[in-house]
């Protein structure tokens, strides 16, 4: 191999298709290369659920030839890429982390899977994740915790850590998310990566395993804003396969990258700063707001009332929507299935408590109990109720200011094991990102600097449909820093 | 609030899982702790406000009612264990 080609893993997404383009390398080249990082630098991170090596492969040989006749190819041709274990990959494992469906192949690709390899990206694998993106720290998966490039000790941060530890440790340079609760967003930040969760609706949920419907939003993990950009304009769109598919007219999410920050004006949420927030966090995240101001953006304190109460409402509603759409897990039609069953209700009971983890059967559990007969009322339809009262104290903020900035998590990444046994500490951690889902809108996370050698993330939070505005304010931020080049030593 | 072992087997039960009996104590401690974390809710003063189930503002979109899917019968059974004369096989459930 070349010296060249010995690099390729360190270059993002757009610098890729340059050097593609250019004839630099083949296709065939580049999915080589990074098919043996994986296997030498990747060994011991656990990034991976499946591996596609012989497919990817194929899809490069393809991409070369493409390449090689001239003329129009699609925007991502021979561009590697890794998607989240619960994204439905036709002939291809799709287990969502879980022993329910460690034997599943899916018949059939999801859109977002679809509409990437149409583009002509190359898919490496699928990455692991939180059972069922259940999970803030990747320590629920049925196939081990995955590890944090940073320090092998730490979690990197879940639902879709797997995809983000591949990016952050130059495995990948992009990979597919998935974000209810902050599941892209949290692990992007733990891991120095840039994520982002678009506006509910934006990107189609078909063939993309239910969690919780009216959170459920599909995204992607970058090494920059640029490339995020790329890939986005790529997955969003309208779906008739989808019901809450957004009819939305999709814009040019790359042309806007170089709007001036000039002008914006960026809210400062006054309950982000109160108890909970690590002072070096906070520390880092106010310098990289005094960066957007000295290009010429404002900003503006406003206040979300409700926001302390966006952890709970979660805790009721997600759980309620979990409860449901788990309940196709029957052991009858696809997954895990109990042996020697002496009834229906046995096959049933003793399907699920075999193939489900802790966490899952907790949020099952949960969500049942809130909808029970006669908890209903004072649970799942006050959480709503609420929900409307945190969308609303958005809505009133975003009369005033564009873009919302603040912290993505309270702290850098926690030790592996640190918070298994108490869910209520590991579901707070989630209490920066939960706001966007719970309101629908768009949230991204953007790595701001280092706290004793762990990266931090700022979080950019926008109206519905302004992924223009979050995308465009982080590339800025990402032509005047470098946190989001630094590389977890070692890799 | 607490939950009782005898509620939180109910809710196991309409969620159609078992409790090993030596995880009960387990489940019983983490899912009274989430109960009452959920139940900072009710001092939220909420009266008149309209629940909300859905980010989106808009109205249940409607296709016309035309097939659009091909047989795939074969491929979609694939995934089961339990199969005969391209029937899922399930315990009996009448006599």
């Known amino acids: 191999m070349s010296q060249v080609n010995a690099a390729l893993h360190l270059r993002t997404l757009c610098e890729l298709r340059a050097g593609l383009r250019d004839g630099e390398f083949s296709a065939t080249e580049l999915t080589e290369a990074l098919l043996s990082r994986i296997d030498s630098a990747g060994s011991e991170l656990n990034a991976f659920i499946t591996l596609t090596g012989e497919q990817a492969l194929a899809t490069a040989r393809d991409a070369d030839k493409a390449l090689a006749r001239g003329g129009d190819v699609g925007p991502l041709t021979g561009l590697p890429i890794v998607h989240k274990d619960l994204f439905c990959t036709r002939g291809v494992l799709t287990t969502c982390g879980s022993h329910i469906l460690d034997t599943f192949v899916s018949p059939y690709d999801a859109a977002v899977v679809e509409r990437l390899a149409n583009a002509g990206a190359v898919m490496l694998g699928k990455s692991n994740m939180d059972e069922f993106a259940m999970g803030s720290s990747n320590e629920t998966s049925y196939f081990g915790d995955v590890k944090n490039p940073w320090d092998l000790s730490l979690s990197p941060g879940g639902s879709s850590g797997g995809s983000a530890v591949a990016v952050a440790a130059r495995l990948v340079p992009a990979a597919t998310g998935t974000d209810t609760g902050g599941s892209i967003r949290q692990p992007a930040a733990l891991t120095g990566t840039t994520g982002i969760k678009p506006t509910y609706g934006r990107v189609s949920r078909y063939g993309m395993v239910a969690f919780a419907s009216s959170l459920d939003q599909a995204g992607v993990i970058t090494r920059s804003a640029e490339d995020a950009a790329l890939l986005l304009g790529i997955m969003a769109g309208f779906d008739e396969r989808d019901s809450t598919s957004s009819q939305e007219p999709v814009p040019d999410y790359s042309a806007a990258l170089d709007r001036p920050l000039k002008g914006l004006r960026v809210g400062i949420v006054r309950e982000h700063f109160d108890e909970g927030l690590d002072e070096e966090n906070e520390r880092l995240v106010k310098a990289a707001v005094a960066v957007l101001e000295e290009q010429g953006a404002t900003t503006v304190e406003v206040s979300l009332p409700n926001i302390n109460l966006s952890v709970p409402t979660y805790y009721v509603v997600a759980p309620a929507e979990c409860s449901s759409n788990m309940s196709r897990f029957d052991g009858v039609r696809f997954g895990h299935r109990a042996e020697n069953p002496v009834d229906l209700m046995d096959l049933y009971c003793r399907t699920r408590s075999e193939g489900f983890g802790a966490e899952v059967k907790r949020r099952i559990m949960t969500g049942t109990y809130v909808l029970s007969a006669g908890y209903y009322d004072a649970y799942y339809l006050q959480a709503q109720k609420v929900r409307q009262l945190i969308s609303q104290d958005f809505k009133s903020a975003f009369e005033q200011v564009d873009v919302i900035a603040g912290p993505t998590t309270p702290t850098p990444a926690f030790a592996l094991g640190d918070k298994t046994d108490d869910p209520i500490t590991m579901y707070l951690n989630d209490i920066y990102t939960i706001g966007a889902n719970l309101a629908g809108l768009p949230g991204m996370s953007i790595p701001c600097g280092l706290v004793g050698g762990l990266p931090v993330g700022l979080q950019l939070v926008g109206p519905q449909f302004s992924e223009e505005t979050l995308l465009s304010c982080a590339h800025q931020y990402q032509q005047l820093t470098d946190w989001h080049k630094e590389i977890p030593e070692g890799f | ?95």
């Open chain 2, 1 to 95: 609030m607490s939950l009782s072992k005898d509620q939180v087997n109910d809710i196991a039960k309409l969620a159609r899982l078992t409790i090993d009996a030596n995880e009960v104590d387990d489940v019983v401690d983490k899912l009274s702790r989430i109960v009452a974390f959920v139940d900072q809710l009710q001092a939220a003063p909420t009266d008149g406000v309209v629940p909300m189930a859905h980010p989106l503002n808009t109205s249940q979109r409607l296709r016309p009612d035309t097939v659009t899917e091909s047989d795939e019968r074969d491929r979609y059974q694939a995934n089961t264990s339990s199969l005969r004369d391209g029937f899922y096989v399930v315990p009996k459930v009448i006599d």
